[in-house]
T-cell receptor
Framework: QKEVEQNSGPLSVPEGAIASLNCTYS??????FFWYRQYSGKSPELIMS????GDKEDGRFTAQLNKASQYVSLLIRDSQPSDSATYLC?????????????FGPGTSLSVIP | DGGITQSPKYLFRKEGQNVTLSCEQN?????MYWYRQDPGQGLRLIYY???????QKGDIAEGYSVSREKKESFPLTVTSAQKNPTAFYLC??????????FGQGTRLTVV
């Protein structure tokens, strides 16, 4: 069974702090990794994608990938109340572009003003 | 603007009734997927299609059916065989890099 797991929430951080969201995956052959943000009652939206080991930064967001440890994380610096949402980790477990993407259960983040 | 349109936004189903959820896209993406999301849970794959006239079962296909007669359209029918259909349904397309674009979702409730 191919699995994607995320740290259990809810996660609460004060405004201005760093929020750290973690994700592990079971398929060592996975090539593509994504973080989606989902506000309550809305559909998910892509915020970061990462394909190679190391860090990828986009504004206040940094994705970190370690394929050897089968671990991907998302750091949110200077957290804002508008960052309060559920964050979904997704992993493409296939070897071709259209193979199945597996979503994790999500971590709920609450940023306290 | 390109995007994915799901309709209706809210849908109510009576016991024993079949209902169809619409998903239309103008992104020219080949791959279209249907997911189900229950409160506090992640996305579970129902069906997916990578090309016209072909589709595959996902992890929870029982009680659902789909068709893919056109590249732009991938409707999902929730049949009476689906005993617990109340959920949030999401249609998605994928880019070549497997980045997902989602419709706004349909919230289905059994009454």
């Amino acid at each position: 069974q191919k699995e994607v797991e995320q740290n259990s929430g809810p996660l609460s951080v004060p405004e201005g702090a760093i929020a750290s969201l973690n994700c592990t995956y079971s398929d060592r052959g996975s090539q593509s990794f994504f973080w989606y943000r989902q506000y309550s009652g809305k559909s998910p939206e892509l915020i970061m994608s990462i394909y190679s080991n190391g860090d990828k930064e986009d504004g206040r967001f940094t994705a970190q990938l370690n394929k050897a440890s089968q671990y991907v994380s998302l750091l949110i610096r200077d957290s804002q109340p508008s960052d309060s949402a559920t964050y979904l980790c997704a992993v493409n477990i296939g070897k071709t572009s259209y193979d199945k993407v597996i979503f994790g259960p999500g971590t709920s983040l609450s940023v306290i003003p | 603007d390109g995007g994915i349109t799901q309709s209706p936004k809210y849908l109510f189903r009576k016991e024993g009734q079949n209902v169809t959820l619409s998903c239309e896209q103008n992104l020219n993406h080949d791959a279209m997927y249907w997911y189900r999301q229950d409160p506090g849970q992640g996305l579970r794959l129902i069906y997916y299609s990578q090309i016209v006239n072909d589709f595959q079962k996902g992890d929870i296909a029982e009680g659902y059916s789909v068709s893919r007669e056109k590249k732009e359209s991938f409707p999902l029918t929730v049949t009476s065989a689906q005993k617990n259909p109340t959920a949030f349904y999401l249609c998605a397309t994928f880019t070549l890099n497997t980045e997902a674009f989602f419709g706004q979702g349909t919230r289905l409730t059994v009454v």
